[in-house]
């Protein structure tokens, strides 16, 4: 292609810290060369008499910002005297004030949109907030043009409301946390990168899709990522340094190529078909983040969440036909019906799934929860499958507490081709859910993996798609732990954890192929494990 990409820095709220900020960008540029543009969102100014001494620095021209840079206009009262006018303007030799609302196009291409300071709830708009028609008078000229993608950067004080839905948690209160009308802004203009500040906090949401897969042609993703301020004792980041293309310079190919992590469009659920051609429309905090309990409840994960059915209506006099499961595509020893599988293991058949004792076991109670059918991850489950899988993870739990011990399940979709929910029983004389929590996430921390926790009702769906390598964890209480698979991830982690000497304190036992057993052995253990766990079996029942 041959087009050479800008190098941009973003920063967040500067609050006055301006030769803090230059400082900083002199050093990074000392170690990798020049950059193009310095963008600013949240309060580039502060009220303080320090503050005010430094900028006149500038101002008066005493000092010169060694880079481009390109700043918001107030977002709060107090430094709205900085600003001369709504329109932008130079406010000093290399710092330019990008105006109340607009498009920013640079030589090469690069488009550039922004909106200046809060969401005005009061009419008139104070001078540091934006008004619904300040977002229809950016929006509408864009989006009239047929040949219309998106925008390159979109640079906004405010966080868009739900951006964190089928994604990782920011640290903020997202009760409270942005704004609606900032969501439907994103959703329409759709940004490859969209900045934003003024919660104090560094968040880098996974990329998300702007078209509906199997109904839309493939279009670009986009990044959100908040920076927190300048200086901030906690040392988050402030500072973001980026290479881009500009949209119109890239062939379309390369465009809309599909990075692994990539989510769904947070937004499109919020805005839905009836607000399309009004982002300012508002809609209750509760239609988004992770929303999905009452349909959860109503019957299997799959049905809920952000994606809708497409299917024809059925026919609801006619019985169903029961859906044969998956197959493999060569030999798998763990799909039931394989001539590999080893049944005297299996402890219990339902209608689509089953429970194993697991060999080279843990624990005399290790089981294994398993599809039927060939699938290789909890993620690609049809929603009859993650039910029935759902009632043996409930059973299992049950069995243990009766004898007095804690639940622990994980995943690894890594090196698998056949789901396996392993299920490991903790004596709760042993350790506590905390312990064995703060067991899994010194020993990721220590292997340098970012082991998160997720709200307890996510389906994972929301952050994982098909495909994507991660590793799970679900405690007794609840509790979800998700690591997104990098590469080179240890096979045995989990069983290393449980093994460790903080939970079950038998780390001779870490690895299964250490612990395994003769089949008569396996026999004997399957035998009275099966008979142990039949009063909770309600694949008998059924």
């Known amino acids: 292609m041959g087009e050479k990409p800008l190098k941009i820095l973003a920063c967040g709220d500067v609050e006055g810290s301006i030769n803090a900020v230059f400082n900083r960008v002199r050093t990074v540029q000392k170690k990798s060369g020049q950059f193009d543009l310095l963008l600013c969102v949240g309060n580039f100014f502060g009220s303080s008499p320090e503050a005010q001494a430094e900028w006149q620095e500038y101002k008066s021209g005493a000092k010169k910002a060694p880079i481009h840079t390109y700043i918001l206009g107030a977002a709060s009262q107090e430094t709205t005297r ?5 329109d932008g303007c130079e406010l000093a030799d290399n710092i330019t004030y990008l105006g109340r609302r607009g498009v920013f196009s640079g030589a090469s291409g690069l488009q550039i949109a922004y909106v200046s300071g809060r969401e005005g709830r009061q009419d008139p708009t104070p001078a540091h907030c934006f008004s619904p028609k300040d977002l229809s008078q950016l929006v509408e000229p864009l989006i009239s043009n047929n040949q219309f993608r998106g925008v390159d950067i979109l640079l906004t004080s405010q966080w868009p409301r739900g951006v964190w839905q089928y994604a990782n948690s920011p640290e903020v209160n997202t009760k409270f946390c942005g704004t609606t009308s900032i969501s439907h802004l994103a959703f329409k203009l759709k940004p490859r990168y969209h900045f934003a500040a003024v919660e104090g906090v560094h968040y880098e949401r996974r990329p998300y899709r702007n078209h509906v897969v199997l109904q839309e042609n493939t279009q670009h993703v986009s990044r959100f990522i908040a920076l927190a301020t300048v200086n901030n004792p906690e040392k988050r980041k402030y500072l973001y340094a980026f290479n881009i293309i500009p949209m119109k310079s890239m062939e379309a190919s390369e465009l809309v190529k599909q990075p692994q992590d990539v989510t769904e469009n947070p ?6 078909e009836n607000t399309l051609s009004d982002p300012t429309v508002q809609e209750p905090a509760s239609q988004f983040f992770f929303d999905l309990g009452k349909k959860q409840r109503g019957g299997g994960r799959g049905q ?27 030999p798998c020893w763990f799909c039931l019906a394989s001539p590999q ?6 402890i219990s058949i339902g209608t689509h799934c089953y429970l194993a004792l697991a060999k080279g076991s ?5 089981v294994l929860v398993l599809p039927i059918g060939h699938y290789q991850s909890v993620v690609e489950l049809s929603s009859e499958v993650v039910k029935e899988l759902d009632r ?12 007095g011990q804690r639940c622990v399940l994980f995943e690894r979709n890594y090196h698998s081709q056949h789901l396996q929910i392993q299920v490991v029983p903790v004596p709760e004389d042993k350790c506590t859910t905390e312990d064995i929590k703060e067991a899994f996430m010194l020993q990721a921390q220590e292997q340098n993996m970012e082991l998160m926790e997720i709200p307890q009702h996510t389906d994972l769906k929301q952050i994982a798609p098909p495909g994507t390598p991660y590793f799970y964890v679900e405690l007794d209480s609840g509790e979800k732990l998700f690591y997104r698979i990098q590469k080179n991830f240890p096979l045995q982690f989990g069983r290393e954890v449980l093994a460790s000497e903080a939970v079950l304190n038998i780390p001779e036992r870490a690895d299964w192929r250490e612990c395994k057993q003769t089949p008569e052995e396996e026999e004997s253990l399957s035998k009275q494990l099966r008979n142990d766990f039949q009063p909770y079996d309600f694949a008998l029942e059924d």
């Open 392 to 403: 043996y993870k409930m059973a299992v739990r049950t069995f243990y507490k009766s004898k």
């Open 267 to 272: 937004y499109r659920k919020m805005v839905g």
């Open 362 to 366: 843990l624990t005399p109670r290790h």
């Open 82 to 86: 900085f600003f001369p006018s709504a």
């Open 341 to 346: 599988v080893e049944k005297h293991l299996v």
């Open 304 to 330: 809920g969440g952000h994606r809708q059915s497409q299917r024809p209506p059925f026919d609801l006099d006619r019985p169903k036909q029961p859906r044969r499961p998956p197959q493999p595509s060569g």
